[in-house]
């Protein structure tokens, strides 16, 4: 079972930088594809950046492209997301998932992420 938990969400200013983790304390998540996600009040859930099982091909949203930066650490059962030049309307709650066969399978419970201006 893959049981995923976020942490590192906060409050920052505009510019500020801020990492974000998830950790997966169920199962090993070596053989899974990872991603984050985020949901703003009253917007649909979007995809912000992912990462494939071997860690090397990334993929970002255009509007997080440049700032923003997908890692993970096996060893750790952990992935992350460094967030450079944080903007207001980067305000969201953060999710990371899995990848499951069928899709994005597995949700963790999300962290808020708060940028003021």
């Known amino acids: 079972q893959v049981h995923l938990v976020e942490s590192g969400g906060g409050l920052v200013q505009a510019g500020d930088s801020l990492r974000v983790s998830c950790a997966n304390s169920?199962?090993?998540?070596?053989?899974?594809?990872m991603g984050w996600f985020r949901q703003a009040p009253g917007k649909e859930r979007e995809f912000v950046a992912s990462?494939?099982?071997?860690?090397?091909?990334?993929r970002y949203a255009d509007s997080v492209k440049g700032r923003f930066t997908i890692s993970r650490d096996s060893a750790k059962n952990t992935v992350y997301l460094q967030m450079n030049s944080l903007k207001p309307e980067d305000t969201a709650v953060y999710l990371c998932?899995?990848?499951?066969?069928?899709?994005?399978?597995?949700w963790g419970q999300g962290t808020q992420v708060t940028v003021s201006s």
């Open positions: 998932a899995a990848e499951g066969p069928a899709g994005w399978a597995y």
């Open positions: 990462v494939s099982w071997s860690g090397v091909a990334k």
């Open positions: 169920g199962r090993t998540f070596s053989n899974y594809a």
